[in-house]
């Protein structure tokens, strides 16, 4: 049984067993008592027809404030089994769950293909589906032709953020906006504040003209909502090649200036493995979320139970810390988007530009074909061929040292590669929360695991 009081409490058939879904209870206030009854009863006598004495005993223990309710049913079990030529069933906990570090032999064994699902059902209420019969028609009728006036379509429609997508095999880059891009942030630009939020992101772009939201994000503090709008207005954006994911500034065409390729974009991600020394639950840089850490949707969350002392009602409830002033409420920190020698990166999934990677070592690997770039290619740009991937090599093995340096531990049974170079497996990312929020309740993100999906949906 797993009980958190914020939340649910969960009953497992099968603890031991990931692949045992538990059945979920609710939680709920309640003002009830518990009793404690005790039963005796006195025996009769041998060669007696007196009848047996029962006696209750009852006793208050205490005052029942919260229960918890199964109300939905148990999912189903799913079997880690392998079906032979010949019908035997064969078990696989033993071949796929490991239980402690494995060597090498365990992953390179042959086995059958076993892929178990990655969620179980997402809910455990009974839901009636009322399908309705065949309209029966009549001789002669025909069905109506589907066009934009008769199709029903989301509840509400996209807003338009008027944003330019521009590939990299397209020709030509725009020199300017689009008409109806000035005209939504005129409307929005009300006050000086915003004013000095343009002018701020007109001088960015002058001093570099390619950035990416987050380092926007980064330097100057703007409502999120309102840079949507803002960025169309000034630059570009890449969705494939060496700069996908970036706002270029309008009129620069990074292809064409071989200076440009400092500002491509590395997507890296951690790497971490069982049979390399720990596992994604022993990195300090935790996800976001797992696919196997979710909540039903029918799932009652209630917040914890808030006591507000006097201290509290005399300084006014509004005690959980300053508010930040307007002129760094909506920044991030520059972690974000700067990569540094000796910090973890915020996230397991992130997107830095080459600029942006503030280390000797691989601002080397970055130049080593300055002055001598002849082409510029839709995977490498303007770099060396695999530039990327000795990029990543390099900062795998700085992170690795860093994770040694606080949990030497996780490293005590591992090994080396043959070339004395330490590799890792690659950690899969997540997508990015929508950071939708009103200005009142506003947070800064916490980051983009997949800003260049996400940017795409904003504008589209």
Same mark, same amino acid.
């Given at each position: 049984?797993?009980?958190?009081?914020?939340?649910?409490?969960?009953?497992?058939?099968?603890?031991?067993?990931?692949?045992?879904?538990?059945?979920?209870?609710?939680?709920?206030?309640?003002?009830?008592?518990?009793?404690?009854?005790?039963?005796?009863?006195?025996?009769?006598?041998?060669?007696?027809?007196? #009848?047996?004495?029962?006696?209750?005993?009852?006793?208050?223990?205490?005052? !029942?404030?919260?229960?918890?309710?199964?109300?939905?049913?148990? $999912?189903?079990? &799913?079997?880690?089994?392998?079906?032979?030529?010949?019908? +035997?069933?064969?078990?696989?906990?033993?071949?796929? *769950?490991?239980?402690?570090?494995?060597?090498?032999?365990?992953?390179?064994?042959?086995?059958?293909? &076993?892929?178990?699902?990655?969620?179980?059902?997402?809910?455990?209420?009974? !839901? $009636?589906?009322?399908?309705? #019969?065949?309209?029966?028609?009549?001789?002669?009728?025909?069905? #109506?032709?589907?066009?934009?006036?008769?199709?029903?379509?989301?509840?509400?429609?996209?807003?338009?953020?008027?944003?330019?997508?521009?590939?990299?095999?397209?020709?030509?880059?725009?020199?300017?906006? *689009?008409?109806?891009?000035?005209?939504?942030?005129?409307?929005?630009?009300?006050?000086?504040?915003?004013?000095?939020?343009?002018?701020?992101?007109? +001088?960015?772009?002058?001093?570099?003209?390619? %950035?990416?939201?987050?380092?926007?994000?980064?330097?100057?503090? !703007?409502?999120?909502?309102?840079?949507?709008? *803002? @960025?169309?207005?000034?630059?570009?954006?890449?969705?494939?090649?060496? %700069?996908?994911?970036? %706002?270029?500034?309008?009129?620069?065409?990074? /292809?064409?200036?071989?200076?440009?390729?400092?500002?491509?974009?590395?997507?890296?991600?951690?790497?971490?493995?069982? =049979?390399?020394?720990?596992?994604?639950?022993?990195?300090?840089? =935790?996800?976001? /979320?797992?696919? &196997?850490?979710?909540?039903?949707?029918?799932?009652?969350?209630?917040?914890?139970?808030?006591?507000?002392?006097?201290?509290?009602?005399?300084?006014?409830?509004?005690?959980?810390?300053?508010?930040?002033?307007?002129?760094?409420?909506?920044?991030?920190?520059?972690?974000?988007?700067?990569?540094?020698?000796?910090?973890?990166?915020?996230?397991?999934?992130?997107? &830095?530009?080459?600029?942006? @990677?503030?280390?000797?070592?691989?601002?080397?690997?970055?130049?080593?074909?300055?002055?001598?770039?002849?082409?510029?290619?839709?995977?490498?740009?303007?770099?060396?061929?695999?530039?990327?991937?000795? *990029?990543?090599?390099?900062?795998?093995?700085?992170?690795?040292?860093?994770?040694?340096?606080?949990?030497?531990?996780?490293?005590?049974?591992?090994?080396?590669?043959?070339?004395?170079?330490?590799?890792?497996?690659?950690?899969?990312?997540?997508?990015?929360?929508?950071?939708?929020?009103?200005?009142?309740?506003?947070?800064?993100? $916490?980051?983009?695991?997949?800003?260049?999906?996400?940017?795409?949906?904003?504008?589209?």
């Amino acid at each position: 049984i797993y009980a958190d009081p914020s939340k649910r409490l969960e009953l497992y058939f099968r603890p031991k067993d990931p692949y045992c879904h538990p059945v979920c209870a609710n939680r709920f206030p309640a003002s009830a008592m518990l009793l404690r009854v005790r039963r005796r009863t006195r025996k009769k006598q041998l060669g007696t027809e007196e #009848p047996k004495d029962v006696q209750f005993e009852m006793e208050i223990i205490g005052i !029942v404030t919260t229960v918890y309710k199964f109300q939905g049913m148990s $999912d189903f079990q &799913y079997l880690a089994m392998h079906s032979g030529p010949d019908g +035997k069933q064969t078990s696989m906990y033993d071949k796929v *769950l490991m239980l402690k570090p494995e060597k090498e032999e365990f992953f390179n064994r042959e086995l059958p293909l &076993y892929i178990p699902p990655p969620i179980f059902s997402r809910l455990d209420t009974p !839901v $009636d589906y009322y399908y309705r #019969p065949d309209v029966q028609h009549r001789d002669g009728y025909n069905n #109506p032709q589907v066009s934009a006036e008769n199709l029903i379509g989301l509840s509400r429609a996209r807003r338009p953020n008027n944003a330019i997508f521009v590939n990299f095999d397209d020709e030509e880059v725009p020199t300017k906006p *689009l008409d109806a891009a000035a005209q939504a942030w005129k409307k929005v630009c009300t006050n000086p504040v915003d004013r000095k939020v343009e002018e701020e992101l007109r +001088k960015l772009f002058e001093v570099r003209p390619v %950035w990416s939201r987050n380092a926007v994000k980064a330097n100057i503090s !703007v409502h999120p909502d309102k840079l949507k709008l *803002l @960025l169309p207005c000034l630059a570009y954006y890449m969705i494939t090649g060496p %700069w996908r994911s970036l %706002w270029v500034r309008f009129g620069y065409d990074p /292809r064409k200036h071989p200076e440009a390729k400092i500002y491509q974009v590395l997507d890296f991600r951690i790497r971490c493995g069982m =049979k390399y020394g720990y596992t994604p639950n022993d990195m300090p840089v =935790k996800a976001k /979320r797992s696919t &196997y850490n979710y909540s039903l949707p029918i799932t009652v969350k209630k917040p914890g139970i808030h006591t507000v002392s006097v201290h509290d009602l005399k300084q006014g409830l509004g005690t959980s810390g300053a508010k930040k002033p307007a002129s760094s409420r909506y920044k991030l920190k520059e972690s974000i988007y700067i990569f540094r020698e000796g910090a973890l990166p915020p996230y397991r999934q992130m997107f &830095y530009q080459l600029c942006d @990677l503030n280390v000797e070592s691989l601002q080397k690997i970055i130049h080593r074909n300055d002055g001598t770039e002849s082409e510029c290619t839709e995977r490498d740009g303007w770099c060396l061929p695999k530039t990327s991937d000795d *990029l990543r090599d390099t900062m795998s093995l700085m992170i690795r040292q860093i994770i040694r340096s606080t949990r030497p531990a996780l490293f005590s049974s591992t090994t080396s590669g043959e070339d004395g170079k330490e590799q890792l497996a690659y950690e899969s990312g997540e997508e990015e929360d929508d950071e939708e929020e009103e200005e009142e309740d506003f947070k800064p993100s $916490d980051g983009s695991e997949n800003e260049m999906e996400t940017e795409i949906l904003d504008y589209v």
